[in-house]
């Protein structure tokens, strides 16, 4: 059983950066990817980025690569999403998940979830 809480989500211009916490419970952390994902009113839920349990793959959407990375303190059960160069169209609820493969980009792989931040890019 892993349980995830996300922190760091707020209301920024856009250009700006934000970066986002999640802290996982259970003895297990480390032996999961771990994903985030977001979803924007009226749309559907979609990938951002999955981070290995090593790191040592790391996969990000089309529309965040070079913005956007991901990292992970398996110490610490942390993982981390900093977000440069924020749009307006980032603007949305971001989740934290957990998958036993090892970079899934699927949804339906993740069993675990956090209850989700809410960040807001402003023009």
């Known amino acids: 059983q892993v349980q995830l809480l996300e922190s760091g989500g707020g209301l920024v211009q856009a250009g700006g950066s934000l970066r986002l916490s999640c802290a996982a419970s259970g003895r297990t952390f480390s032996s999961y990817g771990m994903g985030w994902f977001r979803q924007a009113p009226g749309k559907e839920r979609e990938f951002v980025g999955v981070i290995s349990w090593s790191a040592s793959s790391i996969v990000y959407a089309d529309s965040v690569k070079g913005r956007f990375t991901i990292s992970r303190d398996n110490a610490k059960k942390m993982v981390y999403l900093q977000m440069n160069s924020l749009k307006p169209e980032d603007t949305a609820v971001y989740y934290c998940?957990?998958?036993?493969?090892?970079?899934?980009?699927?949804?339906?792989?993740?069993?675990?979830w956090g209850q989700g931040t809410q960040v807001t890019v402003s023009s």
């Open positions: 998940t957990a998958t036993p493969r090892a970079a899934a980009q699927s949804q339906w792989e993740y069993i675990y």
